[in-house]
């Protein structure tokens, strides 16, 4: 604390003096002038004489004694406003530096804060409230309804429902059987359960979050300046053409012109000055980098490790699909069940009726209500008998149906959580609920790669077959699955082992292998405020696209800062040979020096713009905008194409007639409509965008593909009257309409890319 006071304090010095002496000269009074420069510039000297000694005995140097030199040459050359010049710039770039490093004094409180302190132990008399460090190992507890586990144990009572969330990061409840392992952090969303205690509460999953972060901030070495390196050139490079003009010479004041211009500013404003701007940059973009050191690490990744929910996923159930039983209407089902729902206060009773306002169905109000928590909830909707939950709560003893099994086979497929809705007493369909890809998760994926990261991983605490299939579909390079918070931390530092590696999340689960990477990035528009107090950069957009971008940006810095460096080492180089052989003075030499400082400023600024490239013809906003709305209409019409193919499953040969007519229908009267508007309309205005052509071709070819299903279908279509209609001809009208809305859902996800690029492209 006392050494960043005294730091604040140079800084202060340094304006002051700077500032007096040029109101004295000004105003017409040099003696003062001189004398307000000379009283700003000797405390950053002496502060910076100790700093150096300090520095030497820990076998640290770099830039400042090239500044000690610098400053004390001005002065002894009765250049004062130069010294004070580079007094100001020193030890401003201290402050920035001190900036920079912040991070190892971050507020903790979120994670203390919810950090259990007491536990309901049972007593041969009752129960009494214990603060979590008096429990024992073997010790039996209660964990209420709402109450957060206090310490790692087992359940003892029959089942459990817990939220995972806090410390897995996954966001759908699990249930726990007689024996199951619960991890403390995690919360009961069920009823009121027994936990065994298997952990002391210092040794318990939770406390150990909070434990490691505080060890990662504080163990992680500090940002070490880029000019650090620079200087150990330029620093004998300058003694010794000094010494070499003096000896030829004979004149000890070409010594000092070589030395003023050698005054490294360039190596003191380029790198602060450049990362500076690349942060201001990236705020512009909704990312929040917390220093230019962190900039300038982010610019050097090889690695980027990443969580999955939340992070590449959305972050919570969505409604994937509702299978029905024979005859049953799907909207129907939904309707149903999210009328029911209302009445619960269940994560995934919200998604339910969030996804059937979003069909525009309209729903009742249930009566007689009873939930079984963990479970499901049963109520009376116009007059019938709704039940909606597991498959025990609808249909305890009922042997499963083909439907239902195939309604199972797919919630396993596509590791999704069913819920089964039934109507007196009979099951009359399914919902499938799971986490799914973020929409800007591929164009992630793909903007890393153009920035040269090498490795991407996924790492995280779901399953192995649901994160080998995300995986496999963004062709990450390796899948770390069922990992809690201590092995995410491992992953990160087994690749730190090899690269510099950045780690990607966003839960509170994060938050230790966040501040154990090189960079940390949280994805903070959702208030996940450990993980943002953990990590180096903050993506304040619900955005994961942003952290290509981030990384784009820290290289550009990085690239101007060594240009910035380099070119200002070679005129300032040019400008010693100069004075060396005599044809620049003391104060000649100090003002060419200021020119090229004032160049390597200017340089360095262009870290602010987004660089050359950017221009051209863009779409607009609201273009891409439109286009979006359109898919949107679009995918409605695929989802009535869907329900035609499980309805194809049973249907009698006159109604698969009637379905294959629809579908043939929706697709002449959406799909093919809507492909050929945007072969005709859009698709040039793209052309105009895009530089690379090829790409644009191989959309039109799915165009091309789509079309040629679409006269499949007619030909099927035309051919009802006269053909028998036999489970083969149903078969292949089923294939092709299958083929269709497969196809356009990847073309249409692929043009939503394409859309989303150009359109950030001209936002920025």
Avoid at 628 to 635: E, K, Y
Wanted: hydrophobic letters at 50%.
């Amino acid at each position: 604390m006392f050494e960043r006071v005294l730091r604040w304090g140079l800084v202060a010095i340094a304006i002051a003096g700077l500032t007096v002496g040029i109101l004295a000269r000004a105003a017409g009074k040099p003696d003062l002038a001189d004398l307000a420069w000379e009283l700003g510039t000797a405390p950053v000297i002496g502060g910076l004489a100790v700093s150096i000694v300090r520095d030497l005995l820990s076998g640290r140097f770099g830039v400042d004694a090239i500044a000690l030199l610098s400053m004390s040459a001005a002065l002894a050359l009765g250049q004062p406003l130069a010294g004070a010049v580079v007094a100001l710039m020193y030890s401003g770039g201290n402050v920035l530096e001190d900036i920079a490093i912040a991070r190892a004094e971050r507020d903790l409180r979120s994670l203390v804060d919810r950090a259990p302190r007491q536990g309901h132990r049972k007593r041969d008399e009752g129960i009494e409230e214990v603060p979590i460090e008096a429990i024992s190992i073997g010790d039996e507890l209660l964990v209420r309804a709402g109450e957060v586990a206090p310490v790692d144990g087992i359940v003892g009572s029959a089942s459990a429902i817990i939220d995972e969330s806090a410390v897995t990061g996954e966001p759908i409840p699990v249930e726990k059987t007689r024996g199951s392992a619960v991890l403390s952090g995690s919360l009961n969303a069920g009823e009121t359960f027994e936990l065994t205690v298997t952990a002391l509460a210092g040794e318990s999953t939770y406390a150990g979050i909070v434990r490691m972060v505080t060890a990662a901030q504080t163990a992680k070495a500090p940002f070490v300046r880029m000019a650090d390196r620079f200087a150990l050139i330029l620093l004998p490079v300058t003694l010794v053409v000094a010494f070499l003009a003096w000896r030829i010479s004979g004149d000890l004041t070409r010594s000092l012109a070589v030395l003023v211009a050698a005054t490294p500013c360039p190596l003191i404003l380029a790198a602060p000055v450049a990362f500076i701007a690349g942060v201001a940059r990236a705020a512009r973009r909704g990312i929040l980098v917390k220093g230019g050191g962190a900039l300038e690490a982010l610019a050097r990744a090889h690695t980027v490790l990443f969580d999955k929910t939340g992070t590449l996923t959305v972050g919570g159930a969505r409604l994937l699909s509702i299978e029905v039983a024979p005859g049953e209407n799907p909207d129907e089902v939904l309707r149903l069940a999210a009328s029911l729902e209302q009445a619960s206060h269940h994560v995934l009773a919200k998604t339910i009726v969030a996804a059937a306002l979003n069909r525009g169905l309209k729903l009742k109000a249930p009566e007689h209500v009873k939930e079984t928590i963990g479970t499901g909830l049963s109520g009376v909707i116009d007059g019938r008998s709704v039940t909606a939950g597991s498959r025990q709560l609808v249909r305890s003893h009922a042997e499963l149906s083909p439907w239902e099994l195939r309604a199972i086979r797919r919630a396993s497929w596509r590791s999704a959580l069913i819920v089964f809705v039934a109507v007196d007493g009979r099951s009359i369909g399914a919902l499938l609920l799971a986490d799914e890809l973020r929409a800007d998760t591929p164009r992630a994926i793909r903007l890393l790669r153009d920035a040269g990261i090498a490795r991407m991983v996924m790492v995280t605490g779901d399953r192995a077959a649901a994160a080998q299939a995300m995986g496999a579909a963004l062709d990450l390079d390796a899948v770390l699955a069922d990992r809690v918070p201590s092995d995410k931390v491992e992953a990160v530092r087994s690749e730190q082992r090899l690269h510099p590696t950045v780690m990607v999340g966003d839960g509170i689960n994060d938050a230790p292998a966040l501040a154990v990477a090189d960079i940390g990035v949280a994805l903070g528009a959702r208030g996940a405020t450990a993980s943002s107090e953990a990590a180096d950069v903050v993506i304040l957009a619900d955005r994961l696209d942003r952290v290509g971008e981030a990384i784009m940006i820290a290289q550009r810095a990085r690239r101007i800062a060594l240009q910035s460096i380099v070119v200002g080492m070679g005129l300032s180089l040019v400008a010693m040979v100069a004075a060396a052989v005599g044809w620049l003075d003391p104060v000649p030499a100090a003002i060419v020096q200021e020119v090229i400082d004032i160049a390597v400023i200017l340089n360095a600024l262009r870290a602010l713009t987004p660089g050359l490239g950017s221009g051209g013809a863009r779409i607009t906003v609201e273009q891409g905008l439109a286009l979006h709305h359109d898919h949107q209409v679009l995918f409605k019409d695929l989802d009535r194409l869907r329900k035609i193919v499980d309805a194809l499953d049973d249907a009698t040969p006159a109604s698969a007639a009637v379905l294959i007519g629809d579908a043939q229908r929706i697709v002449q009267g959406s799909v093919a409509t809507h492909e050929r508007a945007d072969e005709d309309s859009v698709y040039p205005k793209l052309a105009e965008v895009l530089r690379e052509r090829y790409g644009l071709s191989a959309m039109s070819r799915a165009h091309r593909e789509i079309l040629h299903l679409t006269r499949l279908l007619d030909r099927i279509v035309e051919d009802l009257p006269s053909e028998k209609v036999d489970r083969y001809l149903v078969r292949d009208a089923q294939r092709v309409i299958e083929a269709i809305e497969t196809l356009v859902r990847m073309h249409t996800a692929q043009e939503e890319d394409i859309y989303e690029a150009v359109a950030s492209q001209a936002a920025a």
